[in-house]
């Protein structure tokens, strides 16, 4: 079946970088766009932005450029986010999703990786 | 684009119709999606293109509007759709989310 699986929790310092993944499997990889979300303990979602798998073309939501980068490694149907110079205010669940056939809805999306930013 | 919804939380019994509102702060035509989330859990779609059911969603979940006001609608509330709702627009970039519509016991 269709299915993001994303790797496991992180447990970073201020300053530090921290890489999350997200391999996708059930489907042609590089047909669908993927994109990042966030959600802060207790707190609704923030979009991050997209990757187009098929260029690998990146798209950032303002506030989210610079510390967070989108990447890929389409030979396992892998996508990325890494972010630099952690703050604790990046302590989230941060979730992938891929865009739905019609564009108009995300599905499925990855289980969530929380990444806590403490000193 | 924001999103406001109505209200941020509610109390219901099993069985009952329960009506939650999502506003746009500009149009959107009908580019605006519903998600159910349980605790720990990712989201899962329930309605896109506001008002068409994804398959496998139980027809008690409906939804309607177009526009800047949107409605989803659980007929008759069952013990697992206890959880919160979210709404999201795919009109304009960035793409945006609701505060959430929690539903409880």
């Known amino acids: 079946q269709v299915q993001l699986v994303q790797s496991g929790s992180e447990l970073k310092k201020p300053g530090a970088s921290v890489k999350v993944s997200c391999k996708a499997s059930?489907?042609?990889?590089?047909?669908?766009?993927l994109n990042w979300v966030r959600q802060a303990p207790g707190q609704g979602f923030e979009w991050l932005g997209w990757i187009n798998t098929n260029t690998g073309n990146p798209t950032y939501a303002q506030g989210f450029t610079g510390r967070f980068v989108f990447s890929l490694d389409t030979s396992v149907s892998t996508a990325y986010l890494q972010i630099t110079n952690l703050k604790p205010e990046d302590t989230a669940v941060y979730f992938c999703?891929?865009?739905?056939?019609?564009?108009?809805?995300?599905?499925?999306w990855g289980q969530g990786t929380l990444v806590s930013v403490s000193s | 684009i924001q999103l406001t919804q109505s209200p941020s939380s509610l109390s219901a019994s099993v069985g009952d119709r329960v009506t939650i509102t999502c506003r746009a702060s500009?149009?959107?035509?009908?580019?605006l999606a519903w998600y159910q989330q349980k605790p720990g859990k990712a989201p899962k779609v329930l309605i896109y293109?506001?008002?068409t059911l994804q398959s496998g969603v139980p027809s008690r979940f409906s939804g309607s509007g177009s526009g800047t006001d949107f409605t989803l609608t659980i007929s008759s509330l069952q013990p697992e759709d206890f959880a919160t709702y979210y709404c999201?627009?795919?009109?304009?970039?960035?793409?945006?989310f609701g505060p959430g519509t929690k539903v409880d016991i």
């Open positions: 999201q627009q795919l009109n304009t970039l960035p793409l945006t």
């Open positions: 059930g489907y042609s990889f590089t047909t669908y766009t």
């Open positions: 500009q149009g959107i035509s009908s580019y």
């Open positions: 293109a506001a008002s």
């Open positions: 999703a891929r865009d739905s056939s019609g564009g108009n809805w995300f599905d499925p």
